[in-house]
């Protein structure tokens, strides 16, 4: 008895062109700032996240990965839910700055693990793909250490010859499988 049998229809309509005008402005938005939560902003990130997701399920052998996520658009948080049984590192990406410094994190089988440390350098699982995810339109030769062996594949990078050798990403000094 809170809303009358006859106001129920004018809200009807109300709802109704409330949820028009939503999926029109989703869909066509109509300036710069909402076209970054549109419809075909959402779908160009699917794709992304998709095809690097995809790209470390074609990596996996025998062997387990070793992730490394750089700022990439694909979460470290989607990477440990869809890789459990590898290794997850997330590293600040800008470590040179002291103020945003943050230090790297390790998940594996779905919690967070202390990073084992050789020195300054993070020790990486042994016998392990290391698998590189970078941020968008960061070419890999301005973030990873030359002379890993890196191959694209899709979006991501990775290498099976960094063996024993020192790895840096965006400043993290890594320490490679023995």
């Avoid at 990406?93 to 002291?98: G, I, L, M």
């Avoid at 693990?113 to 042994?126: F, K, S, T, V, W």
């Avoid at 899709?154 to 000094?173: A, C, E, F, H, K």
Wanted: with cysteine; proline share 8%; net charge positive.
């Amino acid at each position: 008895r809170f809303v009358q049998a006859r106001s129920v229809q004018p809200l009807a309509r109300v709802a109704l062109a409330v949820l028009a005008l939503n999926a029109a402005l989703f869909f066509l938005p109509p300036g710069r700032l909402a076209r970054a939560a549109s419809f075909r902003a959402v779908r160009n990130i699917d794709r992304e996240v998709t095809a690097a997701l995809e790209s470390i399920a074609s990596l996996r052998n025998r062997t387990p990965l070793a992730i490394i996520h750089y700022g990439a658009i694909t979460s470290w948080r989607q990477l440990e839910y869809y890789f459990p049984g590898d290794f997850v590192f997330v590293v600040s990406q800008n470590p040179a700055d002291a103020t945003a410094r943050e230090e790297p994190w390790l998940f594996h089988n779905r919690r967070r693990r202390p990073l084992e440390r050789a020195g300054n350098a993070i020790l990486l699982p042994d016998r392990c793909r290391i698998v590189c995810l970078l941020p968008p339109g960061q070419k890999s030769s301005a973030v990873l250490s030359p002379g890993g062996g890196w191959i694209e594949h899709g979006p991501v990078v990775y290498s099976d010859s960094i063996s024993g050798g020192i790895l840096t990403i965006g400043g993290q000094r890594f320490l490679g499988p023995r």
